[in-house]
């Protein structure tokens, strides 16, 4: 791969770029004339990315970042500035996904999805707003998800960090826009990715037969896998969503992916609050809550 930036490439940073979307989002904008820098925590990861690349003719420039470690971000951030002159575009994609019923989930394991999803989405954010800020002009994407709009069982973390992001996004749009710098939340439905197969995140307590969710936790996986498989939405879409709003003259603040859930947020936008929420909620207790046994300690 070279790592030359060619005159007049505006420079965007990519987060979680080993595998799944980040990967896909960083080749598709390669290929659309960026200068891409992907991050990734463990640069070991990279064969599937640069095998990616190479196929599609594309350079990439591949970092290590740790969105965990507080002085990671600055520092990797400052050296693709002081490399390249600036930074225009940031993709927050760095994410991992924790499934299991609430009182399944350890405090550690928690920490870790927001450790991960909302405080290393903000330390990187933090380390590139002043120099976007500086220039008057800048993008930040955030990769949030349908979780982050609506909530199901068996991902309370993940739904309670995705949350925090759409909020975190709304309200930083508001503090940036005047300076020059548009910040957009990307939200995907479900999609079959690493995340949801292979590298899924499963609570360690979720594996206890003798937990009151063990059973509804196995529904809810088969259900789970179902619907992934059979869902349209491809990270090829969320990447063109990410184009969109970083080349977007008038970047909107959410882009959501996937036509199922577009038809599902947009239900509740018509359905008065109370009745969406009861239609939903049922539907949802017919189909995974019935296993849950009230009676076990």
């Known amino acids: 791969m070279s790592d030359v930036k060619p005159a007049g490439r505006d420079v965007v940073l990519v987060t979680g770029c080993s595998s799944g979307l980040g990967l896909e989002t960083a080749v598709h904008l390669a290929e659309r004339g960026f200068h891409v ?18 196929r599609r003719g594309v350079g990439i420039e ?16 400052g050296a693709i500035v002081e490399r390249h002159g600036g930074l225009y575009g940031l993709v927050n994609n760095a994410g991992v996904i924790l499934r299991g019923f609430f009182e399944d989930l350890a405090e550690d394991e928690i920490r870790r999805v927001f450790d991960t999803n909302v405080f290393g989405t903000m330390a990187v ?19 949030t998800s349908i979780g982050g709009r609506l909530g199901s069982p068996a991902v ?8 925090a992001l759409e909020g975190f996004g709304e309200a930083l749009a508001q503090e940036v826009e005047p300076l020059g710098v548009h910040v957009s939340l990307v939200a995907p439905a479900m999609i079959e990715t690493d995340v949801w197969s292979t590298n899924r995140g499963v609570a360690r ?9 063990h ?29 969109c709003a970083l080349t977007d003259a008038h970047p909107r603040l959410r882009y959501l992916v996937g036509k199922r859930a577009g038809r599902v947020l ?19 207790r017919r189909h995974a809550m019935g296993g849950v046994d009230a009676r076990r300690a």
């Open 37 to 54: 820098c992907a991050t990734m925590r463990d640069l070991g990861r990279r064969g599937r990315l640069d095998v990616e690349a190479a």
């Open 62 to 77: 591949v970092l290590p970042l740790d969105v965990t470690d507080e002085a990671a971000a600055p520092r990797v951030v």
């Open 215 to 243: 059973r509804a936790f196995l529904q809810e996986e088969r259900w789970a896998d179902e619907w992934m498989m059979s869902s349209p939405t491809r990270p090829a879409d969320v990447a063109r969503a990410v184009e």
């Open 205 to 213: 307590g979720s594996s206890n037969p003798d937990s009151p969710y």
């Open 125 to 143: 954010t933090r380390a590139a707003l002043p120099h976007m800020r500086e220039r008057g002009r800048g993008r930040v994407v955030i990769v």
């Open 156 to 163: 309370s973390a993940y739904c309670a960090s995705k949350f």
């Open 266 to 284: 947009a239900l509740r936008r018509l359905l008065p609050g109370e009745l969406f929420e009861r239609i939903y909620f049922n539907l949802v």
